[in-house]
């Protein structure tokens, strides 16, 4: 009987794993090896450093979550159950029988096909996080692949940080004028009637219109939504948003007794950040709900 499953090896599975370890807690992590912060390229804001890459980050979490006893399991959870008191999560043919479980199953970007290119979204040129890497794209030319309502709010933030920046509107139909004023304010240039990507050099992607236009960038942030890793925990009756968010309270409680949730799988803010302060958060209070261990 395990004090705490982690479901999830990303940045706020492993940083709970530490903490859990350090209350010495028996906690076990499992990973389907996917986390979303392995395709970070370089991260600029994570505190303390000048630039770190996710998988990097990831190793160095992995070992130190490993220092305080917390065991690894390379692993995908098929399903979960409750009986009574106790969580039962079925992976690779095998049980494992927990307290507490914490979900930080994190999600995946939807990702436009890009022409020669795996469908993983390898581009150097392709982001996600506006606010994480933003910054990096100071005077560069920029693009904001997706709809009007979505792109635009992206495609406005971006012009904190260049005059260049583009909106690839993947539907030609949206007559939301006010929008469309507010991106002409900002001289943001919107560009319809999309019919491929492709990689241009090693790192910018070309996006070429239906008219054979031709628009080159250094960065293409797709804003095409997401899927949050949430189906498991739902499944047990837990709360979520539309968007499939787990709901939590102050201590990262779901509407599951027993159940909480960290990091992406909970917030709209995907940062590593907020998934550390989650995964703080959640293992003090599994730790605080647990029986006392004097040694």
Same mark, same amino acid.
């Given at each position: 009987?395990?004090?705490?499953l982690?479901?999830g090896g990303?940045p706020?599975g492993l %940083?709970?794993?530490?903490?859990?370890?350090?209350?010495?807690?028996?906690?076990?992590?499992?990973d389907?090896g996917?986390?979303?912060?392995?395709?970070i390229?370089?991260?600029?804001n994570?505190?303390?450093?000048f630039g770190i890459?996710?998988p990097? #980050?990831?190793?160095?979490?992995?070992?130190q979550?490993?220092?305080?006893?917390?065991e690894?399991v390379?692993a995908?959870v098929?399903?979960?159950?409750?009986?009574g008191?106790t969580f039962?999560a079925?992976s690779?043919?095998? *049980?494992?029988?927990?307290?507490?479980?914490?979900?930080?199953?994190?999600?995946? *970007?939807?990702?436009?096909? +890009?022409?020669?290119?795996?469908a993983?979204?390898?581009?150097?040129?392709?982001?996600?996080c506006p606010?994480?890497?933003?910054y990096e794209? +100071? $005077?560069?030319?920029?693009?904001?692949?997706?709809? #009007? &309502?979505v792109?635009a709010? &992206?495609?406005?933030?971006?012009r904190?940080?260049? &005059?260049?920046?583009s909106?690839f509107?993947?539907?030609?139909?949206?007559e939301?004028?006010? #929008?469309r004023?507010?991106?002409? &304010?900002a001289?943001v240039?919107?560009?319809?009637r %999309? =019919?491929q990507?492709?990689?241009?050099?090693?790192n910018?992607?070309?996006?070429?219109?239906q008219?054979?236009?031709?628009?080159?960038?250094?960065a293409l942030y797709p804003?095409l939504?997401c899927?949050?890793?949430?189906d498991?925990?739902?499944?047990?009756?837990?709360?979520s948003?539309? =968007?499939g =968010?787990?709901?939590?309270d102050?201590?990262?409680?779901?509407?599951i007794?027993?159940?909480?949730?960290?990091?992406d799988?909970?917030?709209? #803010?995907h940062q590593l950040?907020?998934?550390?302060?989650?995964?703080?958060i959640?293992?003090t $209070?599994?730790?605080n709900?647990l029986?006392?261990n004097?040694?």
């Amino acid at each position: 009987m395990l004090d705490c499953l982690v479901i999830g090896g990303g940045p706020a599975g492993l %940083l709970a794993a530490v903490y859990l370890g350090r209350y010495r807690r028996s906690v076990h992590v499992i990973d389907a090896g996917e986390s979303r912060a392995a395709k970070i390229p370089e991260s600029h804001n994570y505190p303390g450093f000048f630039g770190i890459a996710g998988p990097e #980050l990831l190793r160095r979490l992995n070992a130190q979550a490993r220092q305080y006893g917390a065991e690894m399991v390379r692993a995908r959870v098929t399903s979960l159950r409750k009986e009574g008191e106790t969580f039962v999560a079925s992976s690779s043919g095998s *049980d494992v029988n927990a307290r507490f479980i914490l979900f930080a199953t994190g999600l995946v *970007d939807h990702c436009p096909p +890009i022409e020669g290119q795996p469908a993983d979204c390898p581009s150097e040129a392709i982001r996600f996080c506006p606010i994480c890497d933003g910054y990096e794209a +100071i $005077d560069r030319r920029v693009g904001v692949l997706g709809d #009007l &309502k979505v792109g635009a709010k &992206k495609a406005l933030f971006l012009r904190t940080y260049t &005059k260049d920046v583009s909106l690839f509107l993947t539907d030609g139909t949206s007559e939301e004028a006010g #929008l469309r004023e507010e991106l002409t &304010k900002a001289n943001v240039r919107i560009v319809e009637r %999309l =019919n491929q990507i492709r990689q241009a050099t090693e790192n910018t992607v070309t996006v070429v219109t239906q008219h054979g236009e031709s628009h080159e960038v250094d960065a293409l942030y797709p804003a095409l939504g997401c899927i949050v890793r949430s189906d498991l925990a739902t499944g047990l009756g837990a709360s979520s948003t539309q =968007n499939g =968010n787990l709901e939590v309270d102050d201590h990262q409680r779901t509407t599951i007794d027993g159940l909480y949730a960290a990091g992406d799988v909970v917030t709209d #803010l995907h940062q590593l950040s907020v998934a550390f302060g989650h995964a703080a958060i959640a293992g003090t $209070d599994i730790h605080n709900r647990l029986p006392h261990n004097p040694r």
